[in-house]
């Protein structure tokens, strides 16, 4: 039963113009949603993250966007740099009261192209 | 120190062996956490310790016992495993009160191949 799923692998850009992956949920128990750049053999690199509460959050080129009747949420990159080009995956955090954990997602490749 | 840090970066071992994974962090941070990923699949949930408790166990096989000395380490210890084992095992901590401002901290991970 996946949880949060990212229905597109792979995603390319142009340098320069806006990237936008998607992902969907559908655990409404969720009071988190986060997002991670992850390179072959490394940990993942949180980006940004928002509470279930709110609908955007900014940092710097990243925007996020939760949408909750529509069990989506979406990551914005402008403008999108070559050195974005990783594996983003979305993640999102269950909190029992004792212990939380995160579950990812499916994870989107993206490439930035020149 | 705003790391995780993970040792070995690299470990083969035989099916017949016993061996350890560690990771040490310096946040102050209270919880911490054991991933597997293996090619192209997300990471996927293995064990999560709070205030050095084992709170969660994701249906782990015995062969992976996990152990938290103390708030800062975390140990994966490895016995009699199988092929179908070798992957990149994360660790990853955080703060784990309500707010989630900065997320889980991972490690680089340890790339675990089993022969």
């Known amino acids: 039963d996946q949880q949060v799923k990212q229905n597109s692998p792979s995603l390319s850009v142009q340098e320069g113009r806006i990237s936008i992956l998607n992902c969907d949920y559908t655990?409404?128990?969720?009071?988190?949603f986060l997002w991670y750049k992850k390179y072959p053999a490394e940990g993942p690199t949180f980006l940004i993250s928002?509470?279930?509460?709110?609908d955007k959050n900014e940092d710097g080129r990243f925007t996020v966007f939760l949408n909750k009747s529509a069990k989506h949420l979406s990551l914005h990159i402008v403008p999108s740099q070559p050195g974005d080009s990783a594996v983003y995956f979305c993640?999102?955090?269950?909190?029992?009261?004792?212990?939380?954990?995160?579950?990812f997602g499916t994870g989107t490749r993206l490439q930035v192209t020149l | 120190d705003t790391e995780v840090t993970q040792t070995p970066k690299h470990l083969v071992m035989g099916m017949t062996n016993k061996k350890s994974l560690k990771c040490e962090q310096h946040?102050?941070?209270?919880?911490m956490y054991w991933y597997k990923q293996k090619a192209k699949k997300p990471p996927e949930l293995m064990f999560v310790?709070?205030?050095?408790?084992?709170?969660i166990n994701e249906s782990v096989p015995s062969r992976f016992s996990p152990e938290c000395p103390n708030s800062s380490l975390l140990n994966l210890h490895l016995h009699a495993l199988q092929p179908e084992d070798s992957a990149l095992y994360l660790c990853?901590?955080?703060?784990?009160?309500?707010?989630?401002?900065?997320?889980?901290?991972f490690g680089s991970g340890t790339r675990l191949t089993v022969v």
């Open positions: 990853a901590s955080s703060q784990d009160g309500p707010g989630l401002t900065y997320g889980y901290t």
């Open positions: 655990n409404s128990m969720f009071d988190y």
């Open positions: 928002i509470s279930s509460i709110k």
């Open positions: 993640a999102a955090r269950t909190n029992t009261g004792t212990a939380s954990k995160l579950t």
């Open positions: 946040m102050g941070h209270r919880a």
């Open positions: 310790y709070s205030y050095e408790k084992l709170s």
